[in-house]
T-cell receptor, first 113, second 114 residues
Framework: SAVISQKPSRDICQRGTSLTIQCQVD?????MFWYRQQPGQSLTLIAT?????????ESGFVIDKFPISRPNLTFSTLTVSNMSPEDSSIYLC??????????FGPGTRLTVL | GNSVTQMEGPVTLSEEAFLTINCTYT??????LFWYVQYPGEGLQLLLK?????DKGSNKGFEATYRKETTSFHLEKGSVQVSDSAVYFC?????????????FGEGTQLTVNP
């Protein structure tokens, strides 16, 4: 398994601003995943981040809106840019240390006013 | 493509009742199947998993059996507690590697009343 922390745990932001979410893992992992969970909905994969290469984005998500950094094997950031109220969601990171089982962080609860 | 369908919620039960949450999937080959649980205000926790046909995953009194013939992975618990109140997600992974994407069901909200 893996222990994952995220910062911040929650935030309230103004329209048009940007927020960077951090994800820290207690062990080295190759792949990290970023998800969005809109209110009352299931999880939607935003992108997959591999250390040393550009993130791979899913359909409907673009790098300009959700830039991702992956500077080393234990850390990643997701930025939500030029926010609007529609970006209000829980953002979760996850890792799969060795098999296809993913372990999730506690999430970042974002409210955009 | 891959898909997961869960029974519609919300589900409301009394304490000590029997729980079943249905999950069916569409995928080629032999995906891995998972149940995750999300308690209020928290992230997702892995509840149980199964990686091949007829495997039974179990944890905390919950069980689910990988049924290839019916493409199902129904979650069951014999006697629920108030503390089981949460949202339950069924998911599949088509490739058994660490880079494999998960496909999630819609989630089922469970409320257990004392």
């Amino acid at each position: 398994s893996a222990v994952i922390s995220q910062k911040p745990s929650r935030d309230i932001c103004q329209r048009g601003t940007s927020l960077t979410i951090q994800c820290q893992v207690d062990s080295q992992v190759t792949m990290m995943f970023w998800y969005r969970q809109q209110p009352g909905q299931s999880l939607t994969l935003i992108a997959t981040a591999n250390q040393g290469s550009e993130a791979t984005y899913e359909s409907g998500f673009v790098i300009d809106k959700f830039p991702i950094s992956r500077p080393n094997l234990t850390f990643s950031t997701l930025t939500v840019s030029n926010m609007s109220p529609e970006d209000s969601s829980i953002y979760l990171c996850s890792v799969a240390p060795s098999t296809d089982t993913q372990y999730f962080g506690p999430g970042t609860r974002l409210t955009v006013l | 493509g891959n898909s997961v369908t869960q029974m519609e919620g919300p589900v409301t039960l009394s304490e000590e009742a029997f729980l079943t949450i249905n999950c069916t999937y569409t995928a080629t080959g032999y995906p891995s199947l998972f149940w995750y649980v999300q308690y209020p205000g928290e992230g997702l926790q892995l509840l149980l998993k199964a990686t091949k046909a007829d495997d039974k995953g179990s944890n905390k009194g919950f069980e689910a059996t990988y049924r290839k013939e019916t493409t199902s992975f129904h979650l069951e618990k014999g006697s629920v507690q108030v503390s089981d109140s949460a949202v339950y997600f069924c998911a599949l992974s088509r490739e058994k590697t660490s880079g494999s994407r998960l496909t999630f069901g819609e989630g089922t909200q469970l409320t257990v009343n004392p």
